[in-house]
């Protein structure tokens, strides 16, 4: 059964950090390439950065670009997002999705406050 | 940028009657490898976003044949042909550019029993 678990979120202060994580099983993770996927409270889906099967290539969306760090391992399984800078506008539920959107996590929830 | 603009963005629908929602993008969809990438996604309440279709028209494994996608180039359309109620809450057209890769989400429709 393939299966995506998100971790990792919480409260943060403005300019601050957190690392995402999601674990993986039940497909062979180094075959495919993976997304992080935000939506904001009553909000649309909004797709945040891309990482190719291998981790070789890479791509962000222009509102995170400079801020946030996509990486894999792939012998754990496992997909990462770095968030740094953090802004009260990246408030929202974040998803990891794989291939073409084809499964989504549950999601974890960042909140960016004072 | 491709924008993609779903219509109507609230649906209020008879229990066992047909849906209709359209999406129109910015710009053609179809790829250099003659693929178009626009794809559906449904979100019930509380959970995360599931994908129903992929490339136009195919149906992603275990989505019921009362979902259809349809359309070309700027112009899509997904469609239930009988209402039920599990099918309550959003619905996302989504579509994908490469090189560099970028995912655009419609803004979603609300599909509600009337």
């Known amino acids: 059964q393939v299966q995506l678990v998100e971790s990792g979120g919480g409260l943060v202060k403005p300019g601050g950090s957190l690392r995402l994580s999601c674990a993986t099983s039940g497909f062979t993770f180094s075959d495919y390439y993976m997304s992080w996927i935000r939506q904001a409270p009553g909000k649309g889906l909004e797709w945040i950065s891309y990482i190719s099967s291998s981790g070789n290539t890479i791509y962000y969306a222009d509102s995170v670009k400079g801020r946030f760090t996509i990486s894999r391992d792939n012998a754990m399984n496992s997909l990462f997002l770095q968030m740094n800078s953090l802004r009260a506008e990246d408030t929202a539920v974040y998803y990891c999705a794989s291939s073409g959107m084809d499964v989504w996590g549950q999601g974890t929830t960042v909140t960016v406050s004072s | 940028d491709v924008v993609l603009t779903q219509t109507p963005l609230s649906s209020p629908v008879t229990l066992g009657q047909p849906a209709s929602i359209s999406c129109r993008s910015t710009q053609s969809l179809v790829h250099d490898d003659g693929n178009t990438y626009l794809s559906w996604l449904q979100q019930r309440p509380g959970q995360p976003p599931r994908l129903l279709i992929y490339?136009?028209?195919n149906r992603f494994s275990g989505v019921p044949d009362r979902f259809s996608g349809s359309g070309a180039g700027t112009d899509f359309t997904l469609k239930i042909s009988r209402v039920e109620a599990e099918d309550v809450g959003l619905y996302y057209c989504?579509?994908?550019?490469?090189?560099?890769?970028?995912?655009?989400f419609g803004q979603g429709t609300k599909l509600e029993i009337k």
């Open positions: 989504m579509q994908v550019t490469q090189f560099p890769v970028r995912y655009t």
């Open positions: 490339k136009i028209s």
